[in-house]
């Protein structure tokens, strides 16, 4: 199986497009999904795109917004300026806010900033903050800045809350596309793809019931297939087949030992 092979889904396809509305309208964008969605595989294949530079952070339970921050202005640093990696410095969050904008008003090509594991955002009160200082950054005209949030549920549903203090600050500079669960004709494509078995609609069925429509743990098991098939060395392989490579070898008959009395003869002989 191809690992670095990209396919566009459905899920893709969208994302696609409302990214490039984004970018155009000068909005953030949220990506919603459940974990195994794609979103980070999706999110990497950003950097095929020379016209931009696309700059991750991931976000953790220790982070702080100045934390945050620094991480945003080490990696534009990094992608822009060509910047070694620096250590945190211990600077307040308004200096590296600063920092940041300078880099950006320097850069000779639009960022694309994804910020992935963005939920902390909403678990920890204190990060709401970040969330601030980059609507604020994508609002600077000079930056050319398009902001990607990766979310699970948590920040969607924050931003999703006119009522919530961030809702209501947010959800109006922000464009949103769900990653829903993968379909049997997206597992189909992706087998059509990226294998060099063909799959049938049944196998592919079970495989998706199998995953719950992740696409994280989809690839590992389309891989399992492909080296079951390769052992037996056939190019096709429907549920049925399959079913019956994975059994396990039927052992051979014992044979039953006589139980019946010597005869009168073998008695004598004997």
């Not at 945050?68 to 307040?92: M, N, Y």
Request: proline share 4%; with cysteine.
């Amino acid at each position: 199986m191809n690992a670095d092979l990209f396919i566009r889904t459905r899920n893709v396809i969208r994302a696609d497009a409302a990214l490039k509305r984004a970018a155009k309208r000068g909005r953030m964008l949220l990506v919603r999904g459940s974990a195994g969605a794609g979103k980070t595989q999706w999110s990497r294949s950003l950097r095929s795109d020379e016209s931009r530079v696309v700059v991750t952070v991931r976000l953790g339970a220790m982070m702080t917004p100045a934390l945050a921050l620094f991480e945003v202005l080490s990696g534009l640093e990094q992608a822009h300026l060509k910047r070694e990696r620096r250590p945190f410095d211990q600077r307040s969050g308004f200096l590296i806010y600063l920092d940041i904008k300078r880099v950006l008003e320097q850069a000779r090509r639009p960022t694309t900033l994804v910020i992935d594991e963005s939920d902390y955002c909403a678990w920890k009160r204190p990060m709401q903050r970040f969330v601030y200082a980059l609507r604020d950054l994508a609002d600077y005209s000079e930056a050319h800045l398009t902001i990607v949030w990766l979310s699970v549920a948590s920040l969607a549903q924050q931003l999703a809350a006119p009522t919530d203090g961030l809702g209501a600050a947010v959800q109006s500079r922000t464009e949103t596309v769900e990653f829903g669960a993968i379909t049997i004709d997206d597992v189909m494509l992706l087998a059509r793809e990226s294998l060099d078995v063909q799959l049938s609609r049944d196998l592919v069925a079970m495989l998706l019931k199998r995953t719950d429509g992740s696409l994280r743990a989809l690839v590992p098991q389309l891989e399992e297939i492909e080296s079951v098939a390769h052992a037996a060395r056939v190019i096709t392989l429907d549920l049925a087949a399959y079913e019956r490579l994975i059994a396990p070898p039927t052992p051979p008959p014992r044979e039953a030992k006589s139980t019946a009395l010597p005869s009168a003869a073998a008695r004598k002989v004997a």
